[in-house]
C-alpha cells in the first residue's frame, strides 16, 4: 500500500496539469496565441518553483497563487514582444497587478479548476497549522459556552447569525477544530491571539468589511459569505484578501471541503 502524496505534492501536481489549460483559455480569451514553447516553459518553471516550496513547507515566502502568477510573466513579454496591445482592465486591477498587462494573473486558485482551488484550501490550513504550532490560546468567547482543549486549531466565525453559526460550530467540531464565535470587532481584537487557521466572515455583518481587512492583515485566511454573491462583491472582497467569497447556504458543506479532519 503506498502512503497517500503530502498535500504539498498534491497541490504541485494539479497546479502543473491545470496551467497549460487555464494558459489556453486566457489567450483564448484573448484571440491570441503564443508558441507552445514558452507555455511549456513556463509550466517547466512553475513545476520548479513548486517543488522548491515543497521542499521548504515553514518558508513564507511566495504563496502557490503567486508562482502561478510568476509563471505567466514569460508569457506576458511574449506576448508584448508580438506587438500584442495590452488589455482594457479597471483601475483596481490596475493598482493591484500594475505588471499583468492582459489579465493572465489568477484571481484565486479556483480560476485553475474546482479540484486545484479544494486541494489548495487544504494546503493552505496545513501550512496554517504547522506555522501557528497547533496550539491556539483559548478565545474569552470560548469560556462562556463554547470551551474547548486549547489545543485544538481554531477557525473562527465573525458576524455569523443564528442557525447558521450553532450549524457551523457543530460542523467545525465534528472535523476536529476548536470555534471561536466573533460577534463583533471587539470580540475580534480579543480573540486574535488565539490564531485561528480560518476565519469565515459573513458580509450581511455592518462590520464585515473591517474584520475581513483586520483578519488579512494578520496573516490569517478568510472566506466569506453573502446572500446573492456577484461579480462585483465576489472581485471587492478578493480585493480586499478574501480566499472566496461564496453563498451563505453553502458554507457549511464547504467546511468538509477545506477542513482536513483532524479529530
Known amino acids: 500500500m503506498t502512503d497517500q502524496p503530502s498535500l504539498s505534492a498534491q497541490l504541485r501536481v494539479a497546479?502543473?496539469?491545470?496551467?497549460?489549460?487555464?494558459?489556453?483559455?486566457?489567450?483564448?480569451?484573448?484571440?491570441?496565441?503564443?508558441?507552445?514553447?514558452?507555455?511549456?516553459?513556463?509550466?517547466?518553471?512553475?513545476?520548479k518553483s513548486l517543488a522548491r516550496l515543497e521542499a521548504a513547507p515553514h518558508d513564507l515566502g511566495e504563496s502557490p497563487l503567486e508562482l502561478v502568477r510568476i509563471a505567466t510573466e514569460p508569457i506576458t513579454t511574449a506576448l508584448v514582444a508580438a506587438g500584442v496591445a495590452p488589455?482594457?482592465?479597471?483601475?483596481?486591477?490596475?493598482?493591484?497587478?500594475?505588471?499583468?498587462?492582459?489579465?493572465?494573473?489568477?484571481?484565486?486558485?479556483?480560476?485553475?479548476?474546482?479540484?486545484?482551488?479544494?486541494?489548495?484550501?487544504?494546503w493552505g490550513l496545513e501550512r496554517a497549522r504547522r506555522v501557528a504550532g497547533m496550539v491556539p490560546a483559548p478565545s474569552p468567547e470560548a469560556k462562556t459556552g463554547d470551551a474547548a482543549a486549547p489545543s485544538l486549531p481554531a477557525v473562527a466565525l465573525f458576524g455569523v447569525a443564528e442557525p447558521t453559526r450553532s450549524e457551523l460550530a457543530d460542523r467545525i467540531r465534528s472535523l476536529g477544530y476548536q470555534p471561536l464565535?466573533?460577534?463583533?470587532?471587539?470580540?475580534?481584537?480579543?480573540?486574535?491571539?488565539a490564531l485561528p487557521v480560518l476565519a469565515l466572515v459573513?458580509?450581511?455583518?455592518?462590520?464585515?468589511?473591517?474584520?475581513?481587512?483586520?483578519?488579512?492583515?494578520?496573516?490569517?485566511r478568510v472566506i466569506a459569505s453573502a446572500e446573492g454573491v456577484t461579480d462585483f462583491t465576489q472581485a471587492g472582497m478578493m480585493a480586499l484578501g478574501a480566499e472566496d467569497v461564496i453563498e451563505l447556504d453553502r458554507v457549511v458543506d464547504l467546511l468538509d471541503i477545506v477542513l482536513p479532519r483532524i479529530g
Open 15 to 47: 497546479l502543473v496539469e491545470a496551467f497549460p489549460d487555464y494558459v489556453t483559455r486566457r489567450l483564448q480569451a484573448l484571440g491570441v496565441t503564443v508558441p507552445g514553447e514558452v507555455v511549456e516553459r513556463s509550466t517547466a518553471d512553475l513545476s
Open 202 to 220: 459573513d458580509l450581511r455583518h455592518s462590520t464585515a468589511e473591517g474584520a475581513l481587512r483586520r483578519l488579512v492583515a494578520e496573516g490569517i
Open 181 to 193: 464565535i466573533w460577534r463583533n470587532p471587539a470580540a475580534l481584537e480579543e480573540g486574535l491571539a
Open 87 to 122: 488589455v482594457e482592465q479597471d483601475a483596481q486591477a490596475v493598482d493591484l497587478h500594475p505588471d499583468d498587462l492582459f489579465d493572465l494573473y489568477p484571481a484565486t486558485s479556483r480560476d485553475l479548476g474546482e479540484d486545484v482551488w479544494r486541494v489548495h484550501m487544504q
